[in-house]
């Protein structure tokens, strides 16, 4: 559900048993790492990053538009979002 | 001129500077040379056995333009950078405006970027020529590129076996004598183990050096791009293209790197070199473990103080690596919805078609990476996945500094094995990724990383070794590698009974 994935059958009896051997091997990582330890998620440490506030030209509004799959005046166009009422 | 295409970059640019060849002779000869054995121009069903399949898309009417641009300049004295008109070939994860960017995947068949990445930017700015974009896994993820939705690439020095990957296209141009040089991208390995098993020179610089505007991004705090050469000094020339601050990354570093060139050929008399005691051994094969002991001798008959060392928690290093790069991967691909660009599979409701699409457009290796990400990244999960690997990230980098202490550079070889048949790892998603297990620890920590080669198993396959500098020290592990380029002396040009053809005369 969380990753927006519609699988068919197939792929799920196909997948399944992968994904848990994967997850077994990966779960290695609970043998060292102990609580005192900080986690890293970067090779440097991040900071935020400030540019000047300057306005500069974006990327043409047509050129954006002209690799979207479906478009309607102007705008990115998508199905209905909320369900109709039953 | 068919043997323009055995040169190397400086080779090619010595030529162009004394007036014996033009840019165009030299584009021309490697576009044929591709025409000859790349086979790229015909639907995938159309490659036959004997092409290489590097390209996806050529860009020659562009790339003639240019080198046509280039040599005007230079008839007329315009001050040229140092690899202005040497032809290249650009991974397909990176954006050029002009062509196609499909980064392997279903999912962008058919997208042209509305801008040029930074790399792009740089390559275009030295004047360096860009051939065509490569072939690589869907998304940069996988060991042999086979993940690709457009077809396998085939191995230069073997054309049954893979070219390794994920920038399997960028090795087997730079290998298959289509390009002398080429940009590949480096996530775990994705550079550094197609570079050991086609026989040509591939880097991963410090994390940051080198800017991520325009890369298709699959795993953010490791992603990194680099050179491919058959030469240690033309990846080195090409790493200074490229390399440098970049405000339009965020995770570009500010830190000037010490400069490239500078003790290149200083050699390594007195230099402290550690042999990783965890990165050898059990699963390495016997032709791998023999070109790396003979390394390590050449080294030591150079000057250097060979000694071990140990990284105590790399062997941890790729079930982290496994859970971390999934983990931002889930995160990344998220933007393949359907909506602003790239394919859509019509559905009622925009979560259905989200999910349509997504289940059209990615591929079997793609979809189990982000389902391994959500799941170690949701609540109940995180801590036993996501923040422990984090945690495992951090012993690793610190394993490094220690090391560090020690030696001036360590040293493993780049991958346990040689190029392998197509096939034989796809069943397996374990089995595949034990090919990056000695490339992963250096992605994890940020620091610059080289495959140089050195040697070739019983069979005449090619061996890489890895060299692994301290952050920032990219011109170090460029030194080390030149040293034992000329110590060994190999021929770059792809031998064999299954091997491309190559030029004759050659």
């Not at chain 1, 969380?2 to 068919?8: N, P, W």
């Not at chain 2, 020095?157 to 040089?181: H, I, K, Q, Y």
Request: proline letters at 7%; glycine letters at 8%.
């Amino acid at each position: 559900m969380l990753a927006r994935l519609s699988l068919t059958d197939g792929e799920i009896d196909r997948l399944a048993p992968q994904l848990s051997q994967i997850l077994a091997y990966a779960e290695q990582v609970s043998e060292v790492a102990a609580d005192d330890v900080e986690p890293m998620t970067h090779p440097f440490p991040l900071r935020n990053v400030m540019r000047e506030d300057q306005p500069r030209p974006s990327l043409p509004r047509d050129l954006l538009l002209s690799q979207a799959p479906e478009v309607q005046d102007d705008r990115f166009a998508v199905p209905r979002i909320v369900a109709e009422e039953g | 001129m068919s043997e323009l295409v055995t040169k190397s970059a400086a080779d090619l640019v010595a030529l162009m500077e004394s007036g014996e060849v033009s840019s165009r002779e030299v584009v021309d000869a490697h576009l044929a040379r591709i025409e000859e054995v790349d086979g790229h121009a015909r639907p995938d069903g159309d490659l036959t056995e004997s092409d290489v399949h590097a390209f996806l898309a050529l860009t020659a009417e562009q790339a003639r333009r240019h080198a046509d641009d280039v040599d005007q300049r230079r008839a007329t004295g315009h001050p040229l950078g140092p690899l202005a008109g040497v032809p290249l070939a650009l991974k397909d994860v990176i954006t050029m405006r002009g062509a196609p960017t499909t980064v392997g995947s279903r999912m962008l068949q058919g997208w042209e970027p509305p801008y040029d990445a930074t790399v792009t930017t740089r390559l275009r700015a030295a004047d360096i020529v860009v051939l065509g974009k490569t072939n690589m896994d869907e998304f940069a993820m996988g060991s042999s590129t086979e993940n690709s939705a457009y077809g396998n690439t085939r191995n230069p020095w073997d054309l049954g076996r893979v070219p390794g990957g994920s920038s399997g296209g960028s090795a087997a141009a730079v290998a298959g004598l289509m390009a002398p040089l080429a940009i590949g991208t480096d996530t775990g390995g994705s550079i550094r183990q197609p570079a050991a098993v086609c026989g040509v020179v591939g880097a991963k610089p410090t994390y940051g050096a080198v800017s991520r505007y325009g890369l298709v991004a699959f795993a953010s705090s490791l992603d990194q791009a680099g050179p491919f050469a058959r030469t240690v000094e033309d990846a080195a020339l090409l790493q200074a293209a490229i390399h440098g601050h970049d405000p339009l990354d965020s995770t570009s570093i500010t830190q000037e790197l010490p400069d490239l060139f500078a003790d290149l050929r200083a050699g390594v008399d007195g230099l402290r070199i550690g042999v990783v005691t965890e990165l050898q051994g059990d699963g390495y094969e016997l032709g791998v473990e023999a070109a790396f002991r003979d390394s390590l001798a050449r080294y030591e008959a150079m000057g250097a103080v060979i000694s071990e060392v140990s990284l105590p928690h790399a062997p941890f290093g790729l079930p982290a690596y496994y859970l971390i790069a999934p983990s931002e991967c889930s995160s990344n691909l998220a933007r393949f919805d359907g909506v602003r660009y790239g394919n859509r599979v019509d559905a009622p409701t925009a979560e259905e078609m989200n999910a349509a699409t997504r289940a059209a457009g990615f591929g079997p290796e793609v979809k189990r990476r982000i389902m391994i990400g959500t799941h170690a990244l949701s609540s109940g999960y995180y801590d036993a996945y996501y923040l422990q690997a984090s945690k495992v990230r951090r012993l690793i980098a610190d394993d490094f500094v220690a090391a560090f202490d020690q030696v001036d550079v360590v040293v493993s070889p780049t991958s346990p094995t040689v190029a392998f048949p197509f096939g034989s790892k796809t069943a397996d998603p374990i089995a595949m990724y034990l090919n990056d297990v000695a490339t992963v620890p250096a992605s994890l920590a940020g620091v610059p990383a080289i495959s140089v080669p050195n040697g070739r198993d019983d069979a005449g396959l090619p061996v890489g070794l890895q060299i692994m500098a301290p952050l920032l020290r990219d011109d170090l592990m460029y030194r080390v590698a030149w040293a034992l380029e000329q110590d060994l002396g190999l021929s770059p040009i792809p031998t064999g009974g299954n091997a491309v053809a190559v030029p004759q005369g050659v």
